[in-house]
């Protein structure tokens, strides 16, 4: 089983958008720990040594922050809601006193900032790299981002994508590979009822990724070979990239998937190595016919 069901959307983002810059211990997360937030909120909210933790920080006015179900679940029963404006997922806002709860993405009242959930998390982290660092510096981190709100890329070959079962996608990550770009995929294809087959081509299923964060795969490439799969997709930084590149394992299947005419693809560094294998080709041949 993956740990990725213990680690939420929330704090991948969050730890890759902070993780730029030593924190110093100036700031405190609480995040969901579970898809789904409730399981992770409610052994946050019993962990009484995070409790003392989250009370000091609190008391001596330093950052602070929850999103999703945690500021209903953990930050009230703590009473560290009081006197801030306040924000949570749609779910638990009616938790929320009234006279306190906002709906907005991400609210900063004082040392305390809350956020709705998933699709807020950038928002949720940039919000700490401004208070940190000032506004420059979200500048700096959001540029290497990439903005969300670049238009997409006109599609050169359309394949139609009709199935008439559970789709199965590969997701092979090695060390050094970008956690956002692992993390982002797998919860946000999971929630789409995709079944999601995540494969380390290193000879451990733990991998740490360019921002250090642990993450163990579902299995080795080689014990996800036998499979056939609607869609192999390749997450980037250029470490991980190159090491998933020298797997001949993980070539012969995006050779076969290429020959079957089933779906593959790349984000960020990984597209360089697809073009090194011959695998965009026929794309640019295309494209420029």
């Excluded at 699709?119 to 401004?130: D, K, N, R, Y």
């Excluded at 981190?141 to 079962?165: C, K, M, Q, Y």
């Excluded at 494969?199 to 795969?217: E, F, L, P, W």
């Excluded at 079957?260 to 960020?268: E, Q």
């Amino acid at each position: 089983m993956s740990s990725l069901r213990l680690h939420s959307l929330d704090l991948c983002c969050f730890i890759f958008v902070t993780n730029w810059q030593y924190l110093k211990s100036n700031l405190l997360l609480l995040g969901r720990c579970v898809q789904g937030g409730m399981p992770g909120s409610v052994r946050l909210r019993d962990n009484k040594i995070l409790q003392r933790i989250m009370v000091r920080q609190a008391e001596e006015k330093r950052l602070y922050g929850a999103i999703c179900a945690a500021p209903a679940v953990v930050l009230m029963p703590w009473g560290l809601h009081k006197g801030r404006k306040i924000t949570c997922h749609p779910s638990f806002i009616g938790d929320l006193p009234t006279f306190r709860a906002v709906e907005s993405n991400v609210q900063v009242s004082g040392e305390l900032t809350t956020s709705r959930g998933p699709g807020t998390v950038f928002q949720f982290a940039l919000s700490f790299v401004e208070q940190l660092f000032g506004p420059h510096s979200v500048e700096d981190v959001d540029s290497t981002l990439i903005d969300a709100g670049l238009e997409r890329s006109t599609e050169v070959n359309r394949v139609e994508w009709p199935f008439d079962h559970k789709p199965q996608v590969l997701i092979p990550i090695a060390n050094g590979s970008e956690e956002m770009e692992i993390i982002m995929l797998v919860d946000i294809l999971r929630r789409a009822n995709i079944n999601v087959v995540l494969a380390s081509v290193d000879k451990s299923t733990n991998i740490v990724g360019s921002q250090r964060m642990k993450i163990v795969a579902d299995k080795c490439i080689l014990g996800a070979s036998d499979s056939k799969y609607d869609l192999i997709i390749i997450p980037g930084g250029p470490g991980g990239a190159e090491r998933l590149h020298r797997s001949t394992t993980l070539k012969k299947l995006l050779k076969e998937q290429k020959q079957a005419s089933r779906m593959y693809g790349g984000i960020c560094y990984s597209p360089l190595i697809l073009q090194k294998q011959g695998l965009l080709q026929v794309f640019f041949q295309t494209k420029n016919s």
